[in-house]
């Protein structure tokens, strides 16, 4: 099984509706984040959690939230999809006690607005 | 703001040779540069770390140089391999916070036999 696992891996859905996407993993890293990517824009951060109770926002946080349900657990919503909310999206986690910071993604979640 | 800039959307080359991947930045002093790989439909897997006091770090055929002056970052792949088409990403630090990283756009790497 996948250390960082996203559901779910693909979703269309319609202008105006309200999508989640979940994020759970099994390495026991504190810190967990959301990113974007576009094509021709690389990867772009839009929430990042240290904690269960910390909660912080990134470059393009708007028109999204999250919640850390559980030191496991990170979900990224978006409360009334758009079109150009369209992309592929990521979580991924780190261990503080790394000196790398290097993340480990999940196998991304491909969302289409129509 | 700070930007990074891989060097080209796309580099092929053929099996056996050294492709060689760049990444600049500017309006930036960081402490260490990432590298990850990505293929299709996959995400992002960590290569290499460097930090700003070392030259050059080495993983296998991989091979990273850092040079803080140039404010460039070069990506070496030896005896490059089919199985090493993929696409390139770095990455920076924002600020001090481990984990919250500046990705360029990445360059895809493809070897032909």
């Known amino acids: 099984d996948a250390d960082v696992t996203q559901t779910p891996r693909n979703r269309i859905t319609k202008t105006g509706k309200r999508i989640m996407l979940e994020c759970s993993q099994t390495?026991?890293?504190?810190?967990m984040y959301w990113y974007r990517q576009d094509p021709g824009l690389g990867l772009r951060l839009i929430y990042y959690?240290?904690?269960?109770?910390d909660i912080n926002k990134g470059e393009i946080s708007d028109g999204y939230s999250v919640s850390r349900q559980a030191q496991a657990k990170f979900s990224l919503s978006l409360e009334s999809a758009i079109p150009n909310q369209t992309a592929l999206y990521f979580c991924?986690?780190?261990?503080w006690g790394q000196g790398t910071g290097e993340l480990f993604f999940g196998e991304g979640s491909r969302l289409t607005v129509l | 703001s700070q930007k990074i800039e891989q060097n080209s959307e796309a580099l092929n080359i053929q099996e056996g040779k050294t492709a060689t991947l760049t990444c600049n930045y500017t309006?930036?002093?960081?402490?260490?540069l990432q590298w990850y790989r990505q293929d299709p439909g996959r995400g992002p897997v960590f290569l290499l770390l460097?930090?700003?006091?070392?030259k050059e770090k080495r993983k296998e055929r991989l091979k990273v140089t850092f040079d803080t002056t140039l404010k460039q970052s070069l990506f070496h792949i030896t005896a490059s391999q089919p199985a090493d088409s993929a696409t390139y990403l770095c990455?920076?630090?924002?600020?001090?916070?481990?984990?919250?990283?500046?990705f360029g756009r990445g360059t895809q790497l493809t070897v032909w036999p």
């Open positions: 959690s240290f904690d269960v109770k």
């Open positions: 460097i930090r700003e006091n070392e």
């Open positions: 991924a986690t780190s261990d």
């Open positions: 390495k026991g890293h504190d810190r």
């Open positions: 309006n930036y002093s960081p402490a260490y």
């Open positions: 990455a920076l630090p924002r600020g001090s916070t481990l984990g919250r990283l500046y």
